[in-house]
Every structure is written in C-alpha cells, then in structure tokens.
C-alpha cells in the first residue's frame, strides 16, 4: 500500500484511504517504541533536513526524534543560528541545503502557503510542520490517531474544537481530517476568535462552553495565541477563562465520559484548568507519544515512495 499523495502539504483533499494508512502504519511504529531498541533501519541513507523557521519543542523533537528511529540522516536548521541573519532569502537558503543532496524537507514557518512554494523550488519531499495560521497536519494525524486509540473510532463521533480557531493552524487541519474521517466536528468559541464564513467547512457552532461539552464526545482545546495578536480579540485572559476555559467543574456539571485533548503548549488557568490538564480526563501526554509514531508514519511512507 502507498499513498495517493507526494507531500504533505495539509489535511485537505487528502483521501480518506492515505489518512486510514497513516494512522494503521502508526500503530506499528507505535509497538517499535515500546522495543528497548526503538530503531528501525528503514529510512537509513535517506537525508532529512528540518526547517524551522518558527518556535517549536514538540513538533522539532517529535520529528527530529522519529527520523532517528527510523535511522536517517537528520540536519537541523534555525534561523536564530543561520545565514538567515545576515540576509540570505528564503529561497537561496533552500537551493543551498538541497544541494548537499537532501531528500525531504520538514517546515514550520510563519507564513501560510511556504510548503505549498517549496514544492515548487525543490525537488525534495515536503512535510508541513505548521504554516502560519493555515494548516498543522501532522498534529491533526496524532490527534485523531489518540481519539481512535482511546475511544476505537472517528466515524460518528463528536469532537468539538474549543478556543482560538481563527489563529490556529490545528484547528483547520482537524476540521479536514476528522470530517473525512466521519466525524461530527464541531467549533466553541467567543464569535471573535472565529473566522468568517467557518460554517462552510460544515462544522456547528457553540458559543456556550457548557452545551458543547454536554454534547460532545471529544474536546480538544486550543491555546490563544497571544503572539499573534488574539489578545485583542477578548476583554481579557481572566474573563476568557470564565467563559470557555476548561475546569473540572465545567466538566462535571455537563459530561463525566468526555475525552479531552490539548495539542500544546499549554497557558495552564486560561484555556485550560491545572486540574484537569493534569486529571483523569485528558490525554495530553499520550497525544505527545502518539506523535513520534505519526511522524514516523509519514517519514516512512513518503520516503519511500518511488
Ligand atoms: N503542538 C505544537 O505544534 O507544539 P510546538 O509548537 O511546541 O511544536
């Protein structure tokens, strides 16, 4: 089996069959982790390079990590440590990496559509690790991939995205995925920390943290992201949290079979309570582990293509 698709650029258009495949391949990585030998010689000789033009723990070390356990050859660029500072373009600096004869390029940046352009100016396989406010691929497949675990499927479930949905790149890629999935997919947010026009993705909309958590089987909740400007979309993080931020009381006035999710990194008491981030109805960490085998899924299955 292979996929349909050459890069992972997004979760749009992408074939109900290639997300079905990544998540199955990802289970067998998923028992290669718990090895005490938790490496495959399955990507050795191929050279991927991570291009991380934004801020990153999880995503850099999850990808970082998953291409050494599948034994390729990993290089790590970031701006604050390149010739970035001293003026080189973006597209010189790809034309110099990619001639030391590379194979796949990992990219965040914070700039939507710069995956989409690199596929135009190299010839290497490219992964999408977050591009500005437009998609998060490979964070939706561990998303989705951690509800299938737990719960055992996507088809029919209702998941509801609670928080920033129109600063993130998460909450799109998920809408995409999981609606393919056959998903119920649903948003909860205060109407200015939503895009115009979300509807057209066929998700609900609730303005009312307590109905959405009544009346969904998953949450996963975003962070603002202040660091795009989303303060200003909001009195202010106090009244925030009040409103929609997830609390042990909030989830156990309306629904005590819930499921919740945080893709990171966390503002522990705004989006989000330290009692439940830490208790027994989220599975935050498990997302982190579970992203290792994603990465490794999609490495593996977009390296070795013909
Ligand atoms: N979830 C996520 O993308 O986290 P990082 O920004 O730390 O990679």
Redesign the pocket.
């Given at each position: 089996m292979s996929l349909n698709i050459k890069h992972l650029l997004g979760l749009k258009d992408v074939p109900k069959n290639d997300i079905q495949l990544i998540l199955d391949t990802a289970t067998t990585f998923r028992e290669v982790l718990e090895r005490p030998i938790k490496k495959v010689p399955t990507l050795k000789g191929t050279t991927i390079v991570n291009l991380f033009y934004e801020?990153?723990?999880?995503?850099?070390l999850s990808f970082e990590l998953a291409e050494k356990r599948l034994s390729a050859d990993t290089l790590n660029f970031t701006t604050s440590n390149s010739s970035t500072k001293k003026g080189e373009t973006f597209k010189d600096t790809v034309r110099n990496i990619e001639a030391m004869k590379i194979d796949m390029i990992v990219v965040r940046h914070q700039s939507a559509g710069v995956p989409h352009y690199l596929t135009k100016i190299s010839n290497a396989s490219i992964i999408n690790a977050?591009d500005g406010r437009h998609e998060?691929p490979t964070?939706a497949l561990l998303d989705m991939y951690s509800i299938r675990e737990k719960i055992g499927k996507l088809n029919n479930l209702n998941v509801c995205i609670v928080g920033d949905i129109s600063h993130s790149r998460?909450a799109l890629s998920n809408i995409f995925g999981l609606i393919t999935m056959g998903a119920k997919v649903s948003v909860c947010a205060p109407p200015t920390m939503l895009p115009k026009n979300i509807e057209q993705f066929g998700v609900k909309i609730f303005h009312d943290i307590n109905k959405a958590v009544a009346e969904n089987d998953v949450v996963n909740v975003l962070r603002i992201q202040l660091e795009r400007d989303a303060g200003n979309t909001i009195p202010s993080l106090r009244e925030y949290h009040n409103y929609f931020g997830i609390t042990g009381d909030v989830i156990e006035r309306n629904n005590k079979d819930i499921l919740i999710l945080h893709?990171?990194?966390i503002n522990r008491g705004v989006e989000i309570s330290s009692e439940v981030a830490d208790g027994p109805y989220q599975i935050i960490l498990d997302q982190v582990t579970n992203g290792v085998a994603i990465r490794m899924a999609v490495l593996y299955l977009l390296g070795t293509m013909n």
């Open positions: 801020n990153s723990t999880r995503t850099r977050g998060h964070q998460v893709p990171g990194p």
